[in-house]
């Protein structure tokens, strides 16, 4: 099973593959009501877990958001923080090499939300 939210110009691709464990938010997360948007993937995403996966790869590949994307990202993050006792979780922060902005977003994010661990990961340019 697949949910899949397709991206526009102000909102990101997001990809929640239950078969193979993966999910992916990726792209321009700039949407008008950022709790409207994200509200079905965050429901599919308790979904998910209540399946207890046994492991999950999560790849943020954003090139830019809003700070109330900011709050939307920060709960998801400690949402999975508190599935990390049951799943195997790993999180993948890609960044563009010259973007520190969005380094520092997944610093930050791997500093404060515990005991999550965000591998950061630098790519010359998003395809």
């Known amino acids: 099973m697949q949910f899949e939210i397709k991206p526009t110009l102000k909102t990101p691709h997001v990809l929640l593959n239950n078969e193979d ?25 308790e979904s998910y877990f209540n399946q207890s996966p046994t492991k999950t790869v999560f790849e943020f590949k954003l090139e830019y958001f809003n700070t109330s994307s900011t709050l939307v990202i920060r709960n998801i993050l400690k949402f999975l923080a508190e599935k990390t006792n049951n799943s195997d ?36 340019e998003f395809k």
């Open 21 to 45: 464990g993966l999910i992916l938010i990726a792209g321009i997360s700039i949407p008008e009501d950022p709790y409207t948007f994200y509200t079905p993937f965050n429901q599919e995403l």
């Open 89 to 124: 979780i790993l999180v993948k922060w890609y960044y563009e090499e010259y973007d520190e902005d969005m380094k520092v977003a997944g610093e930050e994010f791997d500093t404060l939300i515990k005991p999550l661990n965000i591998s950061l990961i630098a790519v010359k």
